[in-house]
């Protein structure tokens, strides 16, 4: 497809449950971003990967959340012991140029966390 | 950390008047400011962005200004039509990635 991709759209699971949220970004796109956004809230940075490697981690809420993408391309965003409050939209985003340019988003994952 | 500050949080105005969005950032060694216009239930899309070497931009009825020594921007919209209505965020870059303001929910009265 031409833009990103983001699977499930939506996911409703009971709390203490592990979650797994995928990725597909543009093709080329070597930075890919994970943001979370809460209802009235902006998009609040989660991660950042530039190729393989998360460059940026530092918006990550604890060590429940967990990202990879091991060949570059595709990301997954694991969720270990799912509590309430990590109910959201996930959003991920793909760039050619990083924070220099736009990120294109995809459209979400919405979780709820019963 | 960065915080990039954003308000009104909510905004209505007359179709056919103008709105304007403002937004202030903290971190001094930013020098990329784009603005994304998120309708309800779909993505965050970019709209106009600018960068810290020119101090205003345009694009049709949008325009963005910059004031690097305050650390303000500026979102204008003119002649405002029922479709301009949305959530808009702001956001400016901090090392390799984007921080992005609250949002200004912007509704245009019939």
């Known amino acids: 497809g031409a833009g990103v991709s983001q699977t499930p759209s939506n996911k409703v699971t009971e709390k203490g449950k592990y979650v797994e949220l995928r990725c597909d970004p543009i093709?080329?796109?070597?930075?890919l971003y994970w943001y979370r956004q809460s209802l009235g809230q902006g998009p609040e940075f989660l991660i950042y990967?530039?190729?393989?490697?998360?460059?940026?981690d530092s918006g990550l809420p604890n060590d429940r959340f967990f990202a990879v993408r091991p060949e570059g391309s595709v990301s997954t965003l694991k969720i270990q012991r799912t509590e309430r409050g990590d109910s959201a939209v996930y959003l991920c985003a793909s760039s050619p140029t990083g924070a220099k340019g736009e990120l294109f988003f995809g459209e979400g994952s919405r979780l709820t966390v019963l | 950390g960065e915080n990039v500050e954003q308000h009104p949080s909510t905004l209505s105005v007359q179709e056919g008047d103008s709105a304007v969005i403002k937004c202030t950032y903290s971190d001094s060694a930013s020098n990329y400011f784009p603005w994304y216009k998120q309708e309800l239930g779909k993505r965050p899309q970019l709209i106009i962005d600018i960068r810290s070497n020119v101090g205003e931009k345009k694009d049709q009825r949008i325009a963005v200004t910059l004031n690097k020594t305050a650390k303000h921007f500026s979102l204008h919209i003119t002649e405002t039509q029922p479709e301009d209505s949305a959530v808009y965020f702001c956001a400016s870059n901090r090392d390799d990635k984007i921080i992005f303001g609250k949002g200004t929910r912007l509704h245009i009265l019939p």
């Open positions: 990967f530039q190729g393989t490697g998360a460059a940026d």
């Open positions: 093709s080329g796109h070597t930075a």
